[in-house]
């Protein structure tokens, strides 16, 4: 009898690990995962020179992610990819701009017309019935994971092949290849077609470099999301989402805050960015650099040139220059700057907080274009730095409270506490009890300001050094993770973009 209870209880558990679980999320930093890279990587190793073999089993295992995590609406994703690559293959053998434009905007229609519907349906129908006076109840919409991402790339493609940046994928299992890669299914990077897919044809065999300094790379990530961003949450999540009592908190209390979330959202990003690139790496392929030390950043323009790269560069090429970037003269320029910004927040979000959020840097990044020939006359010298670091800073940290906040008003008031009652009394008693916290804080920021070329020195020491020595950082990460770690897995913040 009890043969048969734990034959049956491993039954119920194989089977439950091959059906979907949304409640559960299936992320980089979680031992599930870990347990499925473990079975696919030394299968990828054996068949990574036989294309045809290793795209059917990258495809599979990505698929098989893409369902663990949001269940058989999954193939929405394989239905999209169908209709943008026969799409594309369409455009690039038209002849007439008239039927090449037409083409075009089926697809965008498509693409975004399918985004908008799973993440926007629920606020336009709040929206008309707050207009109309009557009771709503949101829709249970389950989007399929990634959506914002892959949708992305689906538009940079049949963009590309029709201003003729790239010849059009002949073949469906590699453009699906491309589009469901697990790695960057989540949330990014927004790696496009065209650098992507030349990876394919490669011959040579992964390197040595490749191989460590993703496991680095992984490493790496792993601490910035299981360990700092996870912990620096927990206070996040009292202050925000709680505005009946925000009355409570004073203005120190509410800008520690909003400063925990500015590098909570940095860390579990960036830490999310390192874990993809870092497979990728593993896996012999390029997904180039997301995040560049973005609070290094001087002003606003080199922020978004630093934060979250693919999807500035996006951004900047799919939205700001089509709208006319500053070919039409400074006023448009402005015009389309706040326009591309305005979009940005809209996309992650919505909701007003974004919007909002998204113009805060709209307004920022044409300030600093307006004030360009004044700024050129200020000394480059170090108090310089300090200070418009400080304030570019002080911006995002700001603009992120709109970013975190569940209602306009939750913003107001955390941003109206921290200006009119603030007091650095409250500075020993919260050091006091929150000094693991603050260390965190404290290390992450100091880490951020160490030079390149150190950080470049110590991956290639760890690519370079003795196997026992990696597994020995190895355990000591898992070890860290283990002693941080809360009871359940937090899903990545930018896997619900």
């Known amino acids: 009898m009890l043969l048969t209870d734990n034959l049956s209880f491993a039954i119920h558990n194989i089977a439950s690990f ?45 698929l098989f992610f893409a369902f663990k995590s949001c269940g058989w609406i999954f193939l929405l994703m394989v239905a999209t990819s169908i209709i943008d690559w026969q799409l594309a293959l369409r455009i690039s053998k038209l002849e007439g701009k008239s039927a090449r434009k037409w083409m075009l905007v089926v697809s ?14 629920n606020f336009f129908l ?68 065209r650098d992507f897919m030349p990876q394919l044809e490669r011959d040579s065999a992964v390197t040595k470099a490749e191989i460590y300094g993703g496991f680095w790379l992984v490493l790496r990530g792993v601490v910035k999301k299981a360990i700092v961003a996870d912990y620096l949450a927990q206070y996040s999540a009292i202050i925000f989402g709680s505005p009946e009592t925000l009355q409570g908190y004073s203005g120190f209390e509410l800008l520690m805050a909003a400063l925990g979330f500015t590098v909570q959202l940095y860390a579990d990003f960036s830490g999310y960015s390192d874990m993809a690139i870092g497979l990728g790496s593993i896996m012999g392929f390029d997904l180039g650099v997301n995040f ?44 389309n700057l706040f326009l591309t910004m305005l979009i940005g927040g809209f996309w992650h979000g919505a909701g007003v907080t974004y919007v909002i959020w998204g113009a805060i840097h709209g307004i920022a990044l044409v300030v600093h274009k307006m004030c360009m020939p004044w700024l050129k006359k200020i000394p480059d010298n170090w108090p310089v730095k300090v200070i418009s670091g400080l304030v570019t800073f002080l911006t995002v940290m700001l603009a992120f409270v709109f970013f975190r906040a569940e209602s306009f008003s939750e913003a107001t008031t955390i941003l109206s506490g921290i200006f009119t009652n603030f007091d650095l009394a409250y500075l020993p008693p919260f050091v006091s009890v929150r000094y693991v916290w603050c260390i965190m804080l404290v290390l992450l920021l100091v ?28 355990i000591i990460v898992v070890q860290l993770v283990l002693q941080f770690a809360s009871s359940d897995v937090s899903p990545f913040i930018y896997a619900q973009y």
């Open 18 to 62: 091959f059906m979907p679980n949304p409640s559960v999320p299936l992320v980089f930093s979680s031992g599930t995962f870990w347990m499925m890279f473990l079975v696919f990587l030394p299968i990828f190793a054996c068949i990574r020179h036989r294309k045809m073999q290793m795209m059917l089993f990258v495809v599979a295992f990505s």
């Open 108 to 121: 965008l229609l498509c693409s975004v017309g399918i985004l908008v519907a799973f993440k926007y349906t």
């Open 126 to 193: 709040q929206s008309w019935h707050e207009m109309l006076g009557g009771n709503f109840q949101p829709l249970s919409i389950i989007a399929p994971i990634g959506i914002s991402f892959y949708t992305f790339r689906t538009i940079s493609y049949v963009v590309d092949v029709y201003k003729e940046k790239m010849p059009p994928v002949e073949h469906y299992l590699d453009y699906l290849f491309y589009l469901s890669f697990f790695p960057c299914l989540v949330a990014g990077p927004v790696v496009r077609a």
């Open 292 to 335: 560049d030390h973005p609070f290094r950043s001087l002003n606003i323009t080199e922020f978004w040139r630093r934060w979250h790269i693919s999807l500035s560069f996006w951004l900047r090429d799919y939205v700001y220059i089509p709208l006319g970037g500053n070919r039409k003269g400074k006023v448009r320029q402005y015009i």
């Open 447 to 474: 880490a951020h300001f160490v030079p390149v070329r150190i950080y470049d020195g110590l991956k290639e020491w760890f690519v370079e050094s003795h196997w026992l020595f990696k597994l020995s950082i190895f």
